[in-house]
């Protein structure tokens, strides 16, 4: 148990609203990031987080903004959702050894319909 | 783009024998490689990964094997058990800050009696 939750564990919504999904860890990892599972496409990273306030964009970034003001949480929002928006969404968290790299540990995840 | 790539969706494969898993990638920036586990409703669990400098890791049942020329790995399980039926996806990382990962599509195991 990499001590990571998320909230909602679903959830449904209408086109055009705005939608907030949290990530939260109790392991003190640097780096936090935001993933989609969508059949035929695997795991598609949206944003990550390398620290307090400090976010970059991944493969799939439009549409999606981010937050991080505390080590423990990494917010997800939906500005306006859209029914592309629809997916299973897993907040992963991990510390990059001193080679840069590092297992990720993944949440439980979210699930997300946009009607 | 798909940059990795598991060209089988699914694999059946009898308790007691042999699973072996396919991933191919295309980024010669990639140098490290990991293989995750994932049952329904829940978050991919961790298995095993490699890194570059090496061409094969094992851990338990689990070996990896990577050829860099081919720009393959694959994944062994031995010998397999009806608990590792699941959806596997592999995924590399490199090119880059981050340690972001890039995944397959996945390929679905199923352990048959």
């Known amino acids: 148990d990499a001590g990571i939750t998320q909230s909602p564990r679903h959830k449904v919504t209408e086109t055009g609203t705005p939608v907030t999904l949290r990530c939260h860890q109790t392991?003190?990892?640097?780096?936090m990031y935001w993933y989609r599972q969508d059949p035929g496409h695997g795991l598609r990273l949206i944003h990550y987080?390398?620290?307090?306030?400090?976010?970059d964009k991944g493969e799939v970034s439009d549409g999606y903004s981010v937050s991080r003001s505390k080590t423990e949480d990494f917010l997800l929002t939906l500005e306006s959702a859209t029914s592309s928006q629809t997916s299973v969404y897993f907040c992963?968290?991990?510390?990059?050894?001193?080679?840069?790299?590092?297992?990720?540990?993944f949440g439980p995840g979210t699930r997300l319909t946009v009607l | 783009d798909q940059q990795v790539k598991q060209n089988s969706p699914s694999l059946s494969v009898q308790e007691g024998r042999i699973s072996i898993l396919n991933c191919d990638y295309t980024?010669?920036?990639?140098?490290?490689f990991l293989w995750y586990k994932k049952y329904p409703a829940e978050g991919p669990t961790f298995l095993i990964s490699i890194s570059s400098i090496k061409d094969k890791n094992e851990d338990g049942r689990f070996t990896v094997f990577l050829n860099k020329s081919a720009k393959h790995l694959s994944l062994h399980i031995v010998p397999s058990q009806p608990g590792d039926s699941a959806v596997y996806f592999c995924a590399a990382a490199g090119g880059g800050g981050g340690n972001k990962l890039t995944f397959g599509t996945g390929t679905q195991l199923k352990v048959e009696l």
């Open positions: 392991e003190n990892h640097r780096y």
């Open positions: 992963a968290i991990g510390t990059p050894d001193p080679s840069g790299y590092n297992e990720q540990f």
């Open positions: 987080s390398y620290g307090v306030k400090d976010t």
């Open positions: 980024n010669s920036m990639f140098d490290y």
